[in-house]
């Protein structure tokens, strides 16, 4: 399956070159725009000593409920991290789950400081709000519970289930010309579809497909990843939001570098 050690290097500069990027984008954001976030300034956050977090409360293994309520995954374990480097303590922190479509706008509408919620950095989203070095490279990957299915080969004239109107059609045609693609509404359609054979595989993100096979063990992941895309912290535009967003580049970029990123993501099984 993995070799983690060849595994690791490449993810290792896949960060820096990302990181190089989403910097750019970063400076660029802080001018050439009109639009002003209103989140906490750093003083204002350390003066009242918590930080105000937007996170995912329903999506293993990045931001879920455990049985007894509490939030658990990647993306809380950072939000933590971050809040003992910014206000001196993990438990200084106050999640607001967010829904997929509030995940730039609390930030923008000052209900949250910043977001850690599965957001893709992307060119667009940069000319509204700035994005921190990425935590983790998600990427669109396939998971199947079929044994015959080794490699991406052993698909190429299968059918595969995909999110209709999703980025992954095109990346799955690209690898895949010939495999016959089944457009389904949801996860749970997908899922329907395999058990009953109408698909053999289903393609979607690696930070989602990480929680269906937690959740079924007897399905399993494809030691590939047809695309990289980096998942940021969301934090406002603006010079008086500068020093936080530095502080959280700086701390993103230690925990890269000491090798912390990588442990929790292993710990969270996120390939």
């Known amino acids: 399956m993995y070799n983690r050690c060849n595994k690791w290097q490449i993810i290792t500069r896949l960060h820096l070159v990302l990181s190089v990027t989403i910097f750019g984008i970063f400076c660029f954001s802080l001018v050439g725009t009109g639009l002003t976030a209103s989140a906490a300034e750093m003083s204002e956050i350390q003066q009242r000593g918590y930080l105000n977090v937007a996170v995912k409360d329903n999506l293993r293994p990045l931001g879920f409920k ?22 001196g303590k993990a438990e200084a922190v106050k999640f607001q789950p967010v ?25 667009s989203r940069a000319r509204i709000v700035s994005f921190s ?36 059609i095109a990346k799955v045609r690209y690898y895949l010309p010939n495999a016959k693609l089944v457009g389904v509404d949801s996860y749970q359609e997908a899922r329907e579809r395999i058990e009953n054979n109408a698909a053999t595989a289903f393609a979607a993100d690696a930070s989602v497909l990480s929680g269906w ?13 047809l695309s990289t895309e980096p998942l940021s912290v969301v934090m406002p535009k603006g010079l008086q939001y500068d020093e936080l967003r530095r ?23 996120l390939p």
């Open 133 to 168: 070095v990425p935590y983790y490279l998600d990427g669109t990957v396939l998971v199947t519970k079929d044994a015959s299915v080794q490699q991406l080969s052993d698909l190429s004239k299968q059918k595969i289930a995909v999110l209709n109107n999703s980025s992954t």
């Open 66 to 87: 455990d049985d007894n309520g509490n939030l658990q995954g990647l993306e809380i374990d950072l939000a933590k991290h971050l809040a003992v480097d910014l206000v």
């Open 213 to 225: 096979v937690q959740e079924y063990p007897q399905y399993r992941l494809l030691p590939i990843k």
């Open 247 to 269: 502080n959280v580049n700086q701390a993103i970029a230690r925990y890269l570098e000491k090798g912390w990123l990588q442990q929790h993501s292993q710990y969270w099984g």
């Open 99 to 123: 829904a997929n479509r509030d995940r730039l706008s609390v930030v923008l509408d000052k209900k949250v400081d910043f977001a850690i919620a599965r957001v893709t950095a992307t060119e």
